[in-house]
């Protein structure tokens, strides 16, 4: 269940009408960003886990490309008694990490910020969609359970930080117990 919540939200916030640059173009046009600021710039990369060894490592390569969006579970997903019921449900704690690169690292910040606001449309218009949409191979993502920012990291001023979100949805395995 938290591979398949990886991958869609992953493909969800790579999707050009409603993914993260989309909505970061939305914000350009709503006037959702201070005129004395930079837009953010688009996203350039985003890689999850699943499929990155790099991303499943949380090894930050020399070169990475930035800004980027890394997707992981943050920590163990809460299942409670659920795994001996008929359709499993529990929570994923999915981590949305942004990497930026900014020798002015305010600014870099600046522009993370606003990102991690365009990730919020995004994921708010996810769960907008019909179920067929927030379903890969039978799991469902239910509801939003909760939502943290991370405080960012900067551990040198080469302007290289990190930053994100811990995205807690409810998810459910819909094919039965055998």
């Known amino acids: 269940m938290m591979l398949e919540t990886i991958r869609l939200v992953a ?3 790579n999707d050009g009408t409603n993914g993260v640059n989309a909505q970061i173009d939305a914000m350009r046009t709503a006037s959702a960003i201070d005129t004395a600021d930079t ?10 886990e699943t499929a990155d060894g790099k991303v499943a490592r949380r090894v930050v390569p020399e070169g990475q490309t930035t800004p980027a969006l890394w997707l992981f579970v943050a920590r163990p997903g809460d299942f409670g008694g659920m795994v001996t019921t008929e359709f499993r449900r529990g929570i994923v704690p999915l981590v949305i990490g942004y990497l930026g690169s900014n020798a002015q690292t305010a600014v870099g910040l600046e522009d993370a ?3 991690m606001r365009a990730i919020m449309w995004s994921l708010a218009a996810l769960m907008k969609q019909n179920s067929a949409t927030r379903t890969r191979n039978s799991v ?3 509801r939003f359970a909760g939502l943290e920012v991370l405080p960012p990291f900067t551990p040198l001023e080469d302007g290289e930080f990190t930053t994100g979100l811990v995205w807690q949805v409810q998810v459910q395995d819909n094919i039965a117990n055998p």
């Not at 837009?39 to 999850?48: R, T």
């Open 11 to 13: 493909e969800w916030l």
């Open 39 to 48: 837009d953010p710039p688009d996203i350039a990369a985003i890689e999850n």
């Open 113 to 115: 910020y606003y990102t």
């Open 140 to 142: 469902l993502l239910v």
